[in-house]
């Protein structure tokens, strides 16, 4: 069983930065890919990013490349988005997921294991 607790989020002003954080415990990390997903009020939980077990390999929703970095250090058991050039667009409540399958893929059901979630708001 794994718990994940994500942390970062706040209030930012258009065109600022957020880094987050997701730790992880009571699981194999590296056996695991890691997903970042988000949440509006109203709206359907959504895709933002994903990596690889080793980080090789990430994967981006279209209106966050080249402004979100998904990153992650095996050896602290932690996961990371760091959100540049943030838009009101942005404003959600951002969860990190872990998934054991055998593919990295971006459908929320391929999750076996969510955190509890941060805010992040962006004003404009």
């Known amino acids: 069983q794994v718990q994940l607790v994500e942390s970062g989020g706040g209030l930012v002003q258009a065109g600022g930065s957020l880094r987050l954080s997701c730790a992880a415990s009571?699981?194999?990390?590296?056996?695991?890919?890691m997903g970042w997903f988000r949440q509006a009020p109203g709206k359907e939980r959504e895709f933002v990013a994903r990596?690889?077990?080793?980080?090789?390999?990430?994967y981006y929703t279209d209106s966050v490349k080249g402004r979100f970095t998904i990153s992650r250090d095996n050896a602290k058991n932690t996961v990371y988005l760091q959100m540049n050039s943030l838009k009101p667009e942005d404003t959600a409540g951002y969860y990190c997921?872990?998934?054991?399958?055998?593919?990295?893929?971006?459908?929320?059901?391929?999750?076996?294991?969510w955190g509890q979630g941060t805010q992040v708001t962006v004003s404009s």
């Open positions: 997921a872990a998934s054991g399958k055998l593919f990295c893929r971006s459908d929320p059901r391929e999750y076996a294991y």
């Open positions: 009571g699981g194999t990390f590296s056996n695991y890919c």
């Open positions: 990596i690889s077990r080793s980080g090789g390999s990430t």
